[in-house]
């Protein structure tokens, strides 16, 4: 499946836990495209923030069982990746 490097990437993931991870291991969470592989997440990040990709980190999570009324459905499944940088890089939305 072909990605476009603004199709990779759906939004940065800013909770505790990343926050915390920018500071002590220069390590970021970004939700991406479920079927982007680590190539192309690394491409993406280094062409949209101009930075140094060490390592990316992938995990895909299923959606969750939901009801409404009546109705169950699920939520979306979706895919999240931790990209480490080069020490002397930093992207500033965190």
């Known amino acids: 499946m072909k990605h476009d490097v603004?199709?990779?990437l759906i939004r940065p993931l800013v909770t505790e836990k990343g926050t915390h991870q920018a500071q002590t291991r220069n390590a970021y969470a970004f939700e991406v495209a479920v079927g982007a592989n680590k190539a192309q997440i690394r491409q993406?990040?280094?062409?949209i923030y101009?930075?140094?990709?060490?390592?990316?980190?992938?995990?895909?999570?299923?959606?969750?069982p939901r009801r409404t009324g009546m109705v169950w459905g699920t939520t979306k499944r979706w895919k999240k990746?931790?990209?480490e940088l080069a020490p002397e890089h930093r992207i500033d939305l965190f």
Request: hydrophobic content about 50%.
């Open 81 to 83: 990746a931790v990209v």
């Open 6 to 8: 603004h199709n990779v």
């Open 44 to 47: 993406a990040i280094e062409a």
């Open 50 to 64: 101009k930075v140094k990709v060490l390592g990316v980190r992938t995990a895909n999570y299923r959606g969750k």
